[in-house]
């Protein structure tokens, strides 16, 4: 375990970034931490990269001050790489290189550690939970209560999937004790779609395909429609657990065309697939009910090798 508060102690310069196409719990754990910082060293200089997150985290205190790290040029006393390996970072990988000391908190299995110091622990539902578990709760406010929350119904599906611990139960007990509107922020950022999202999730959803004898689900959206549609990536969020929803479906593959013409291909499974495993044959990562990737492939190429190796499994 990372000893934060020493850590921080003399530190004058703070970076602090996460992956590319941030989800609900790079965000949360990136805003949660920076808002700590704020709190607990304000003579200190704290800020945060990422890509621009999506309209639905701008509840979260000071989200606007997030920045694009592309022409920034800062050597850090600490930076930290949350919720992923310093190659996920994008444009703030230089950062994270250049820093005096790097810290990686992150929950996926496929990192190995990346920092200086590394608090990766797989079997937590999330890296917000690791956030949590390393603050000093005087420090803590309402703000930075929410945003902690968020990343973690995000990333349990609110606290359903089985990365949902007694533990993750009681981290979450102790931040809606903060008074924040809780059933609110759920609708607002986790169920709520814009009549895009739910045109494009429909339309997936009627050209869905099923293989091996009903056990994998099968949706795309292709880049051409991507640009007819005006969709960014985070519009096609929760397709893919849609698809694994199917009776009978064990996993479910999701696949978006890039302007490069590769795919984001994102898998989910139920029970006993290991989407981790076969998402590494791809150089991707995640967690074992919940993984992606990017192939240099055409869809159906993709979705033939992805089987094989599902067909593997079951
Ligand atoms: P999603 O399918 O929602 O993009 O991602 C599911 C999980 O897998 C997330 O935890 C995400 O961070 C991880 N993931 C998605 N794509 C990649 C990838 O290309 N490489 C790695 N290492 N992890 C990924
Ligand atoms: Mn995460």
Redesign the pocket.
């Given at each position: 375990m990372v000893n934060l508060s020493k850590e921080l102690e003399n530190a004058k310069t703070i970076g602090i970034s996460g992956?590319i196409?941030p989800?609900g719990d790079c965000i949360g754990s990136v805003m949660g931490l920076f808002l700590y910082i704020k709190n607990s060293k304000p003579d200190a200089t704290v800020r945060a990269f990422l890509e621009e997150p999506a309209d639905i985290f701008d509840c979260i205190k000071e989200v606007e001050e997030i920045e694009n790290a592309e022409n920034v040029d800062e050597e850090f006393d600490i930076f930290f790489c949350l919720?992923?390996?310093k190659t996920?970072l994008g444009a703030a990988e230089h950062l994270f290189d250049a820093a005096k000391t790097t810290i990686n908190i992150d929950h996926?299995v496929?990192?190995p550690g990346c920092g200086d110091y590394n608090y990766i622990v797989p079997k937590a539902s999330s890296t917000c939970e690791l956030i949590f578990d390393l603050l000093d709760k005087k420090y803590i406010d309402k703000d930075i209560a929410m945003a902690l929350y968020i990343g973690i119904i995000h990333?349990t599906g609110v606290m359903q999937y089985s990365n949902t611990s007694p533990k993750t139960l009681r981290i979450v007990a102790d931040l809606v004790e903060y008074g924040f509107d809780f059933p609110r922020l759920i609708d607002e950022t986790f169920y709520e779609k814009s009549l895009l999202q739910t045109q494009i999730s429909a339309k997936v959803m009627a050209d869905c395909k099923l293989f091996l004898n009903g056990k994998v689900a099968f949706g795309k959206v292709d880049y051409e429609t991507m640009q007819s549609m005006g969709l960014k990536s985070y519009d096609l969020?929760g397709i893919?657990n849609q698809l694994r929803l199917i009776k009978g479906v064990e996993a479910s593959v999701f696949m978006y065309g890039l302007e490069n013409g590769d795919n984001?291909v994102?898998?989910r499974s139920r029970s006993y697939v290991d989407v981790a495993k076969i998402?590494q044959n791809f150089?991707?990562?995640?967690?074992v009910r919940?993984?992606?990737?990017?192939v240099s492939m055409d869809a159906e190429s993709a979705l033939k090798e992805i089987l094989k190796l599902i067909e593997e499994q079951i």
């Open positions: 992956h196409r989800d919720d992923c390996d996920r996926h496929s990192n990333d969020d893919v984001k994102s898998l998402c150089k991707g990562g995640g967690h919940a993984a992606g990737c990017t």
